[in-house]
């Protein structure tokens, strides 16, 4: 292998990182803050509209929520990291079962972006990005 191939072959590895970190952190703001109350700052997403729907609107969220620990699990992040993922999901689920409850904990609580701070956090010291563009 020459030096040329393992640069390329670090540069395939943080590229497929960013990749990963910008479509999760698309799903996560999908599920918990993609519409916004107009005239207020209070946001919330699909998990909050499939919940309208009795009995099975927590399961397709909180299927979406497994997804995104997964991949995290898969971008390498620490076990004591992906536990705290976990333990969100479950006091999520804990508020889900509470009706109507459960819209001001999808409103409030906004699980997948706080499981978001949490692989941000470790993917800006394992697969730090030197370019990126602020908005």
């Keep these: ?7 390329f072959t670090f540069g395939n590895v943080a590229l497929r990182a960013e990749e990963a970190r910008m479509r999760l952190d698309a799903l996560a703001r999908f599920l918990d803050s993609a ?20 009995g ?11 997804y995104l620990i997964r991949e995290a ?5 620490p ?10 999901v479950g006091v ?3 508020i889900s079962a509470i ?5 001001i904990g999808d409103v409030f609580y906004r699980l ?3 499981n978001m701070v949490l692989l941000r956090r470790h993917m800006d010291e394992a697969h730090p990005v030197t370019t990126r563009f602020r908005h």
């Design 99 to 103: 009706p109507l409850v459960v819209w």
């Design 92 to 94: 999520d689920l804990v």
């Design 112 to 114: 997948n972006l706080r």
């Design 35 to 54: 519409i916004r109350v107009p005239g207020t700052n209070i946001r919330f997403g699909a998990d909050a509209l499939l919940n309208l729907i009795p």
């Design 79 to 88: 076990m004591s990291t992906l536990l705290r993922m976990i333990g969100n």
């Design 73 to 77: 699990r898969r971008l390498g992040v």
């Design 1 to 7: 292998m020459t030096s040329y191939s393992s640069i």
């Design 56 to 66: 099975v609107g927590t399961l397709p969220p909180k299927g979406m929520s497994a």
